[in-house]
């Protein structure tokens, strides 16, 4: 896989596209996914939720939403739910992007996509398409109340474990 992946208390700015070892398993940020075949491992492997951000550096409406959307995914609390971010720039994986938009699950950029465990295909749970801020804080509304479930379900099966 060659998916590069940086700890969240990187700033965005330092990311240099080198696998670094995160000190905090439960959360993560990569900036590359090669293709739909490594989509598909990422969202067959996901054990919480998993983020994927498209963008372009040249994009006017990805640099009006790009505060608000990173101030969500940096920040997001670690929780017992492992949360994969990815932050893509869609000049450095066209491939994927152009692959998403073939299957009509990407119609623009600035986009946002939530997967979430349990998902086995391309369709995402939830997805926000625009640069429209109130339209962007309501799907990570949602994606939060996505994360305090999956906590939630995740504290559950612990209770049963130990009950066993």
């Known amino acids: 896989m060659t998916t590069r992946v940086s ?9 240099s596209g080198d696998s670094i070892q995160s000190s905090n398993a439960s959360k993560s940020i990569g900036t590359y996914i090669s293709g739909l075949n490594e989509l598909k491992t990422i969202i067959e492997e996901n054990k ?4 994927i951000s498209f963008r372009a550096k040249w994009c006017a409406p990805c640099k009006r939403a790009s505060p608000v959307i990173d101030t969500f995914l940096l920040n997001t609390p670690v929780l017992n739910v492992p949360i ?10 066209i491939q994927l992007y152009g692959e998403l938009k073939r299957i009509r699950i990407l119609s623009s950029i600035p986009s946002v996509i939530c997967y979430e465990k349990g998902t086995l295909e391309f369709f995402p749970v939830d997805a ?35 009950d066993i």
């Open 7 to 15: 700890t969240f208390a990187t700033p965005m700015s330092a990311l």
């Open 48 to 51: 919480g939720l998993v983020l």
């Open 84 to 93: 994969s971010v990815y932050i893509i720039d869609i000049d450095d994986c």
């Open 128 to 162: 926000v398409l625009t640069s429209n801020e109130t339209e962007i804080l309501a799907f990570f509304r949602r994606c939060n109340d996505r994360l305090l479930n999956l906590e939630h379900q995740l504290q559950q099966e612990n209770v049963k474990y130990l």
